[in-house]
């Protein structure tokens, strides 16, 4: 019995082992097929990526008025300051910064930065840029308009002095710092085109040559915790716009950003992704407070209730704008959630008269104050020479005497224009500009704005916004100046204009541009 009870024990032993072989065996099989794949996956993942650019200027990124190459700069030269993908200050060469008084900034510099060629990055290349934006035309020179010197504390600290308080001017600290070592024996403005320049960003310039240009990823570069899939940009350069768009069409450019409205009957629809986001470009009316008829806060929330923006966007635009509400919709972290419209209410805007005594007749709204009776007309200011924004007036014109309130359209030269509205002389104003990074909205609330408008609240909470940092307080007060915005009615928002960002389906990751940065996520793209 002993001895079959061995052998049985001796059998079921050999049976395991055999059985942990076998199993052993199809493990490794699995791990070294998973490694196989992983190593195929690998070798198709593409982690070079191609751009473009059109009639290039110059690759100097503060010469140059190209937006492409402002964009793709950005890969390459790091500025003291950048911005999320929401639009919110971050420090880049500059670690931290503080204000010191009304006049001035004090700036502390990365210490571990080095330009692409191995030299230290310090102040004195702050110095130089900031200088040199002071001499020359360029696209950043309004970033530095104010500033009157830069005193250089020492290698990693300078202190930016200002002839006036400027709210925000961190924001103004987004221009492309260059290498003071590199530049200093150029000819600045016209160092030759085929040489490769110095940056501190992601990539570097390591080839120039007539039609293209190629990018690598810098491995000096300061942020070691970020790690770059894509390993080699080519930015191929092209005579016009119409080649890039058609080498873009045939798959020989991954991304491309424009302003373009008509993009579609360049590129077509088919075989890339693309996202249209609000671009910085805002038309708005100034409705002037000191006008008898505009300083009634129910006749500025009636003209802000008859005005359909949508059918100025589909039917003069073709839908190519996005509708406005208020200057910081764009995306801005303190703008975000908020329906700051009216909306188009036709019934509302007449309630909100004849609640405030106004009374419909002969199609006009009319009121009788001191013994003498008026009916609301306004005088609508617009520039002659830009013809879409006399249409526009001719829209605005035809809504709101739909709802009785009668407009003359002033159709002014530029010269005309241009004083009547440094002297605020006319009803309601129809204005665009070129919004700024920063949430700054003195030019709606601050002295001596558009619409004449003064509130002691507003007045409060300008004062306290551009003597903080603390991000729950702005965000409060801005909420705040968005309800004024829409409860006074001084500005009726009406649209901005479309950024359009356009990519190879094939690209992967996570694309979230917007109109300062393009390549937010680019870290983790490939094809």
Same mark, same amino acid.
């Given at each position: 019995?002993?001895?079959?009870?061995?052998?049985?024990?001796?059998?079921?032993?050999?049976?395991?082992?055999?059985?942990?072989?076998?199993?052993?065996?199809?493990?490794?099989?699995?791990?070294?097929?998973?490694?196989?794949?992983?190593?195929?996956?690998?070798?198709?993942?593409?982690?070079?990526?191609?751009?473009?650019?059109?009639?290039?200027?110059?690759?100097?990124?503060?010469?140059?008025?190209?937006?492409?190459?402002?964009?793709?700069?950005?890969?390459?030269?790091?500025?003291?300051?950048?911005?999320?993908?929401?639009?919110?200050?971050?420090?880049?060469?500059?670690?931290?910064?503080?204000?010191?008084?009304?006049?001035?900034?004090?700036?502390?510099?990365?210490?571990?930065?080095?330009?692409?060629?191995?030299?230290?990055?310090?102040?004195?290349?702050?110095?130089?840029?900031?200088?040199?934006?002071?001499?020359?035309?360029?696209?950043?020179?309004?970033?530095?308009?104010?500033?009157?010197?830069?005193?250089?504390?020492?290698?990693?600290?300078?202190?930016?002095?200002?002839?006036?308080?400027?709210?925000?001017?961190?924001?103004?600290?987004?221009?492309?710092?260059?290498?003071?070592?590199?530049?200093?024996?150029?000819?600045?403005?016209?160092?030759?085109?085929?040489?490769?320049?110095?940056?501190?960003?992601?990539?570097?310039?390591?080839?120039?040559?007539?039609?293209?240009?190629?990018?690598?990823?810098?491995?000096?570069?300061?942020?070691?915790?970020?790690?770059?899939?894509?390993?080699?940009?080519?930015?191929?350069?092209?005579?016009?716009?119409?080649?890039?768009?058609?080498?873009?069409?045939?798959?020989?450019?991954?991304?491309?950003?424009?302003?373009?409205?008509?993009?579609?009957?360049?590129?077509?629809?088919?075989?890339?992704?693309?996202?249209?986001?609000?671009?910085?470009?805002?038309?708005?009316?100034?409705?002037?407070?000191?006008?008898?008829?505009?300083?009634?806060?129910?006749?500025?929330?009636?003209?802000?209730?008859?005005?359909?923006?949508?059918?100025?966007?589909?039917?003069?635009?073709?839908?190519?704008?996005?509708?406005?509400?208020?200057?910081?919709?764009?995306? %801005?972290? $303190?703008?975000?959630?908020? #329906?700051? +419209?009216?909306?188009?209410?036709? /019934?509302?805007? =007449? !309630?909100? &008269?004849?609640?405030?005594?106004?009374?419909?007749?002969?199609?006009?709204?009319?009121?009788?104050?001191?013994?003498?009776?008026?009916?609301?007309?306004? %005088?609508? $200011?617009?520039?002659?020479? #830009?013809? +879409?924004?006399?249409?526009?007036? /001719?829209?605005? =014109? !035809?809504? &709101?005497?739909?709802?009785?309130?009668?407009?003359?359209?002033?159709?002014?030269?530029?010269?005309?224009?241009?004083?009547?509205?440094?002297?605020?002389?006319?009803?309601?104003?129809?204005?665009?500009?070129?919004?700024?990074?920063?949430?700054?909205?003195?030019?709606?609330?601050?002295?001596?704005?558009?619409?004449?408008?003064?509130?002691?609240?507003?007045?409060?909470?300008?004062?306290?916004?551009?003597?903080?940092?603390?991000?729950?307080?702005?965000?409060?007060?801005?909420?705040?100046?968005?309800?004024?915005?829409?409860?006074?009615?001084?500005?009726?928002?009406?649209?901005?204009?479309?950024?359009?960002?356009?990519?190879?389906?094939?690209?992967?990751?996570?694309?979230?541009?917007?109109?300062?940065?393009?390549?937010?996520?680019?870290?983790?793209?490939?094809?």
């Amino acid at each position: 019995m002993k001895s079959n009870w061995i052998k049985y024990v001796f059998i079921i032993f050999i049976v395991g082992m055999l059985l942990f072989a076998i199993f052993k065996i199809r493990q490794d099989e699995e791990e070294k097929q998973q490694e196989l794949e992983h190593t195929s996956s690998q070798e198709e993942k593409i982690t070079e990526l191609t751009l473009g650019i059109a009639e290039l200027d110059t690759m100097n990124p503060i010469l140059s008025n190209h937006k492409n190459v402002q964009d793709i700069s950005k890969l390459i030269y790091d500025s003291l300051v950048t911005l999320t993908a929401d639009y919110k200050a971050e420090a880049c060469l500059a670690t931290e910064w503080a204000k010191q008084s009304d006049n001035s900034y004090l700036i502390k510099l990365r210490e571990n930065v080095k330009w692409s060629d191995g030299e230290r990055f310090t102040a004195e290349d702050v110095r130089f840029t900031i200088d040199r934006l002071k001499e020359v035309s360029s696209i950043y020179s309004y970033n530095v308009q104010y500033v009157t010197g830069v005193d250089i504390i020492d290698d990693y600290t300078v202190k930016i002095n200002l002839d006036r308080e400027i709210p925000f001017f961190e924001y103004q600290l987004t221009f492309p710092i260059l290498s003071k070592e590199y530049y200093e024996a150029e000819d600045f403005v016209n160092t030759e085109k085929n040489k490769s320049p110095v940056g501190t960003g992601k990539y570097k310039i390591t080839e120039v040559q007539p039609s293209y240009i190629i990018l690598e990823k810098n491995i000096g570069w300061w942020n070691k915790q970020t790690s770059l899939t894509i390993e080699k940009i080519t930015v191929n350069l092209y005579s016009s716009i119409g080649e890039l768009y058609n080498s873009f069409k045939i798959g020989n450019i991954d991304l491309i950003s424009t302003t373009n409205d008509n993009l579609q009957e360049y590129i077509g629809i088919i075989g890339y992704s693309s996202k249209e986001l609000k671009g910085r470009d805002h038309t708005f009316l100034a409705l002037n407070t000191q006008n008898y008829f505009l300083s009634k806060q129910e006749v500025r929330k009636a003209i802000a209730y008859s005005i359909d923006k949508e059918n100025i966007v589909s039917s003069i635009f073709n839908n190519k704008c996005f509708t406005s509400s208020f200057p910081l919709d764009y995306g %801005s972290w $303190l703008s975000q959630g908020q #329906d700051v +419209s009216n909306g188009y209410n036709l /019934e509302q805007g =007449k !309630q909100v &008269l004849t609640d405030n005594g106004w009374i419909f007749r002969s199609g006009t709204w009319q009121k009788t104050e001191n013994r003498k009776t008026q009916a609301i007309t306004l %005088s609508l $200011l617009v520039r002659a020479s #830009d013809a +879409s924004k006399v249409s526009v007036a /001719e829209n605005l =014109k !035809q809504q &709101l005497e739909n709802q009785g309130i009668k407009i003359n359209i002033v159709q002014a030269s530029d010269e005309q224009y241009n004083n009547s509205i440094n002297t605020k002389k006319y009803d309601i104003a129809l204005c665009s500009m070129t919004l700024s990074p920063s949430p700054n909205l003195t030019t709606y609330f601050g002295e001596g704005n558009l619409a004449n408008y003064s509130n002691e609240e507003v007045t409060s909470i300008m004062n306290e916004v551009k003597n903080t940092t603390d991000e729950q307080v702005l965000q409060e007060k801005y909420t705040r100046l968005s309800e004024l915005y829409k409860t006074e009615s001084p500005y009726i928002s009406l649209y901005n204009n479309k950024y359009i960002v356009a990519y190879n389906s094939g690209l992967v990751g996570e694309i979230t541009p917007n109109w300062f940065y393009q390549f937010y996520g680019i870290e983790g793209w490939y094809k």
